[in-house]
Every structure is written in structure tokens, then in C-alpha cells.
């Protein structure tokens, strides 16, 4: 079992990546002295919504310094990196001068940035998340090879200890930086249910501080989304038809965890999304984990096809009236692929996790059971 999340992330189920001018400001610079770095490239690139964008790139010299033009326009995320696997992550915006040194055999655990208060906040946060994952499964790796019967009950332990420890520097953390947007990294980490206040409270700092930054928007509309129907309250219940005519009701699902899966065969990101869902469904259905798919297809066809090729097993339903469908304004749903996780008793306990997060809350949540 892997104890590590990816570290870029606000509690989104997908990030949209901000565009962003790449003006290039009169004298900042990415000033950096690696060891172990002879004559490397060195390359800033931006996060961008398919991918990374290299804005600049920089030969080191015999003893490994290098610069390069902080090419930064509005606040956002950054790499720079030597290889596609040796990387730092910086928050950057315009004007700032920053300052790198590390190992270039492994500059992601040896770095030091000065010069961005953000990007060494971001720093913390990652190496602390880093720390804890690390030796947790050190941990679990002994347990599982001195008592390999126990290894999943050792590993349920193991994961309520980091949960509840990230949760716990996650409140300190936020409540210390209300006013950076890494603080919306470390909001992946909160219980949404019991951390509204301070979540709240972060919108409105981030709100006021920059307005118009698509990050905070993102998250300001996600606050508005988790208002609506806060977890703790109960799911709406939906009761369509599936592909055979048959109805099938939420509620009918009581008693178990369950995922409700809004998507549609005509969504990419839905079907891109569908192989890891099966997975976790594979990994959870005899734990008392159920899926509620709720396609906003309008085509029977097309619905039917998809769910034969990606292999769903799970109940499905749909109206069929696409964006028409009332389960759109029942749960406001403004984009898709998107998900809604309740308890046993019907109750909401999260939205929109996909991936690690959305493994993980059900290793918490089912892992007492395994």
C-alpha cells in the first residue's frame, strides 16, 4: 500500500489550470547553484492544463549555476526541473528574484528556495506530507513481511494515523497562511464536514486578497457547491431507469458506502476516469462499497456501448435528457466527471474525489471492515 497523494491539488476532483502572461519583467531572475550539475539543462516550465509549457531553459556552468528569466505573469504554478523526473514545484508571480540550491542527482528532496514565500510554504507542505508517508510505510512494510495475515487490518491503522495527522497540520497550516493560495493544497487534507468554518474562512481571505485568480475562483465555487449540500446532510435520492427499463433508487442502496458516478459515454474525462473507478470498485465491492452511476447521456446506444467497453459493473440509470436531467440542478452539477460519496446512511460525507484521494477515503471509511 502507498501512502502518498500527488501534492499538487485543492480538494478539486480536477484542477483547470490558469493561463496566464508570459511577459517577461526587467531584471527577475531564477538564480540557482546545483551540485552534481556540470553543464545540465536546466528548465522553467508552467503548469498548463495538458501538460507542462517550457517558458526558459539555462545550461549550468563547471560549477553548476544557472539563470533563468522569471517569466511568471499572475500568481501560479511552476516547475522547474533537470529530467521529467527530478523536479521542484514554485508558486511564482511576476517581479520576484529567487534563489535555488540543491542536489541535481535529486533536487526534489534536496532543494532550497528563498525569494518566494509561497513556493518555500509549498516546500512545507509537501516535505511534511513527504515525511509522514515515508516512514508510514516503513512501517507497513515490516508489518506486511512479519505478519502478512495481518497486513490489511496494519494497514487500516496506519492509514487513520495519516489521515488524522495530515488533517491535523492541515488546520494549523491553513490557519497560520490564510492568505496563500498553498493554503488550497492543503485543503485536500481537511474532513469537509467538520473543517467548514476554517474553509470558509480561507474563501474569504483568498477572496479578498486575489479575486481574480482561477484558483480561488475555482475554490469560491466549490465553497458555494459544498453549501448547497454540505456533507453531513442528506443525498437527494434518484430513482431512474437503467438500460434494461428497471428502476433503480438510491436509497435502495442503504447500508453500504456509496459513490454516486455522474459521467456520460460522451465525456472524456469521464471515460479516461472510468478505468480507475473500476479498479476501486474491484478493490472495495465486498467490503460494503456499492457505485450509483448516473449517466447525463442522451443517447441509449451510445450509454449502452460505453458501459460494455469500459467494462462497468456497477447499477447505472439515466433520464437520458444529457444537461436537462433533474439530477443536475438536484445536486448542482456544473461539470463532469463528478462524484458524490455517502455513508451507510445516505448521508454526503465528500464530492468531487477522484484517484488517490477518492482510495483513500474509502480505505478510511471501509478499512475497518477488511
Known sequence: MNFIKKYIGIALSVLVFNSCSNKETSTAKI?????????????????????????????????????????????DYYIVRTDPANVIFLVLKGGETIALTGDAKDIEHTYTVKGSE??????????????????LNVVYASFREENPYRKDSAG????????ENMASFSKKFIGKNLNSIVSLSATKFLNQQTSMELMLKLESALSKQYPENKYVQDYKALMGDLQKLPPGSDAP?????SPTGEKIALSSLRGKVVLVDFWASWCG????????????????KN???????????????????????DGITWPQVSE???WESRVVKEYSIEAIPYSVLLDKNGKIVAKGLRSEELDLKLMELLGKNS
Open 320 to 322: 437520458l435528457k444529457k
Open 269 to 284: 474525462p469521464c471515460r479516461k476516469e472510468n478505468p480507475n473507478i473500476v479498479r476501486l470498485y474491484n478493490k472495495y
Open 156 to 163: 487500516s491503522a496506519l492509514q487513520k494515523y495519516y489521515t
Open 118 to 135: 509561497d513556493s518555500e510554504l509549498l516546500k512545507e507542505l509537501r516535505q511534511y506530507e513527504k515525511k509522514l508517508g515515508d516512514s
Open 31 to 75: 538564480q540557482g547553484k546545483f551540485s552534481n550539475a556540470k553543464g545540465i539543462t536546466v528548465y522553467l516550465q508552467k503548469i498548463v492544463e495538458n501538460g507542462e509549457e517550457i517558458l526558459d531553459s539555462a545550461k549550468t556552468d563547471d560549477n553548476g549555476n544557472f539563470s533563468l528569466r522569471n517569466l511568471a505573469g499572475d500568481l
Open 237 to 241: 435520492d434518484i430513482n431512474l431507469s
Open 287 to 309: 467490503m460494503g462499497f456499492e457505485i450509483y452511476g448516473v449517466s447525463l447521456d442522451d443517447n441509449m446506444d451510445n450509454w449502452k456501448a460505453a458501459i460494455q467497453k
